[in-house]
């Protein structure tokens, strides 16, 4: 398997622009998971999925931020307008059994530096 | 919240036991201790988990104390190659959200 798949693998862009990440879970995982890193924060949950659907969105830090995984294939992270405090790494982890008893897998991360 | 504490860094040397700890001291009875580890440049990878009795698996070791407001991460014998951030996280069976963010770990430094 292939493992989880993210891209852009980096993304520069300027103060204001939209700013799509996306991500590709492992193939059977019923659950997917955006997490944010910085050297501040540390690794912060965004948002996750449970069968497509969004259960828990209470660490998208604000209406700029909107995510969607239209399918069980693929799912979305969306920024706009991007500012400069959004640059950081975000990670998209899937896992067959959820959290709790399940194991995450993590993509390689999408950089995004906002200037 | 279901929370955990974890020394900022810890520094061992190559070839010997270490011994990472973590406390969560507000734990509830059916919360899961998960260990996650991230290398340099890397995503973070699964390390082990449990509940009550301590696991083993090719990795590491996890021991988790009889009144469960502790566990202990052990790697039996680092590598430089275990150079990491380690995580200790916490999960309730819900599948709720809590607990699922990783904070800062444990950023452990091994000496050839």
């Known amino acids: 398997d292939a493992g989880v798949i993210q891209s852009p693998r980096h993304e520069v862009t300027e103060m204001g622009q939209e700013v799509t990440l996306r991500c590709k879970p492992i193939?059977?995982?019923?659950?997917l998971f955006w997490y944010r890193q910085t050297m501040m924060r540390g690794l912060e949950l965004l948002i996750y999925?449970?069968?497509?659907?969004?259960?828990?969105d209470s660490g998208m830090p604000e209406d700029r931020f909107s995510a969607k995984m239209p399918n069980a294939s693929f799912s979305t992270l969306k920024i706009q307008p991007s500012e400069p405090r959004d640059s950081a790494v975000y990670f998209c982890?899937?896992?067959?059994?959820?959290?709790?008893?399940?194991?995450?897998?993590f993509g390689e991360g999408s950089r995004l530096t906002v200037l | 919240d279901a929370k955990t504490t974890q020394p900022n860094s810890m520094e061992s040397n190559e070839e010997e036991p270490v011994h990472l700890p973590c406390n969560h001291s507000?734990?509830?009875?059916?919360?899961?201790i998960h260990w996650y580890r991230q290398l340099p440049s890397q995503g973070p990878e699964y390390v082990i988990h449990?509940?009550?009795s301590n696991v083993n698996n090719r990795m590491a070791s996890l021991a988790i104390a009889e009144d469960r407001k502790s566990s202990t991460l052990i790697l039996h014998r680092a590598t430089l190659r275990d150079a990491a951030v380690y995580y200790c996280?916490?999960?309730?069976?819900?599948?709720?959200?809590?607990?699922?963010?990783f904070g800062k770990g444990t950023h452990l430094i091994i000496q050839p």
């Open positions: 982890a899937s896992s067959l059994r959820g959290f709790s008893t399940g194991e995450l897998f």
């Open positions: 193939s059977g995982h019923n659950s």
């Open positions: 999925f449970n069968n497509n659907v969004p259960i828990d």
């Open positions: 507000t734990i509830s009875g059916t919360d899961y």
């Open positions: 449990g509940l009550t």
């Open positions: 996280i916490l999960s309730g069976p819900g599948g709720g959200a809590d607990g699922l963010t």
